[in-house]
């Protein structure tokens, strides 16, 4: 229970990979808030699995992350302090640069970077003046090396990392630690949508594209969210006091090949 008597803000909490990280935090010893655009109840089965397996406080709310006022206001309606910020809430759209349309840019930008600046400004500063504070943003392989047919979630998630970066800068003497985490393809109902999305433009069937992207990784392995979610457990570790700034490729050595 090494995260014990602490807080853990997640967004996304309702996906394949939020969910995960938010067991994982809970079964660590933190209370959890999850945040998702979801309505409660589609969200009521993650938290009643935590309950389960915990006798932590799981509570919830629903924000539209796109939405700034939403987020300032989630933001007054949590009355206890947030010691550790995860941010998971993602998006991607697959197109080229010249068919890809602007409100699908301005979604993955607002989803992938602009949420998670607004989430951190509005906790950082109790963070610092507490003398503690963890920062995870999950960005991808993507925010260290481009892929085709996904500008903006490539220009997204590299701004993550960069974000990370100055973040991880600016609270280093506070005791506040800012990393990222960049997974590789994760077996989760955004991996599958992307593959449909590619299939658009391809005349492969679904596991042939599936399994083109498994032969890239090196470990020739899917990454599984429990990998993400215990990494994220370490990151907030007295293990990981003195590592920040941080991108860290969970991603089978693709980024390495």
Do not use: H
Request: glycine share 8%; net charge negative.
């Amino acid at each position: 229970m090494a995260l014990e008597g602490k807080t853990a803000l997640v967004t996304g909490f309702a996906g394949a990979i939020g969910s995960v990280i938010a067991k994982t935090v809970a079964n660590a010893g933190c209370d959890v808030i999850g945040i998702d655009r979801v309505k409660q109840e589609n969200a009521q089965q993650s938290i009643d699995e935590i309950k389960a397996g915990c006798r932590k406080d799981i509570s919830y709310l629903e924000c539209d992350l796109l939405k700034k006022e939403n987020v300032k206001q989630f933001s007054l309606e949590i009355k206890s302090k947030v010691d550790i910020i995860v941010n998971v809430a993602g998006r991607l759209t697959v197109d080229k640069v010249e068919d890809i349309t602007d409100e699908d840019w301005d979604e993955d930008i607002g989803i992938n970077l602009t949420a998670p600046f607004l989430v951190i400004k509005q906790f950082l500063g109790s963070m610092k003046e507490q003398g503690w504070g963890r920062i995870i943003n999950i960005s991808s392989t993507c925010g260290l090396v481009a892929r085709p047919s996904m500008s903006s979630y490539v220009a997204s998630k590299t701004g993550l990392v960069g974000l990370t970066r100055a973040v991880a800068l600016e609270s280093a003497e506070f005791g506040v630690t800012c990393n990222a985490i960049c997974p590789s393809t994760v077996n989760t109902p955004l991996v599958t949508k992307m593959i449909k999305d590619f299939q658009k433009t391809s005349t492969k069937s679904f596991d042939e594209i599936k399994e083109e992207y498994l032969q890239c990784l090196p470990t020739k392995r899917f990454t599984e969210a429990s990998q993400i979610a215990d990494l994220v457990v370490f990151l907030c570790s007295p293990a990981g006091n003195n590592i920040t700034g941080t991108a860290i490729p969970v991603d089978g050595g693709y980024t390495t090949s």
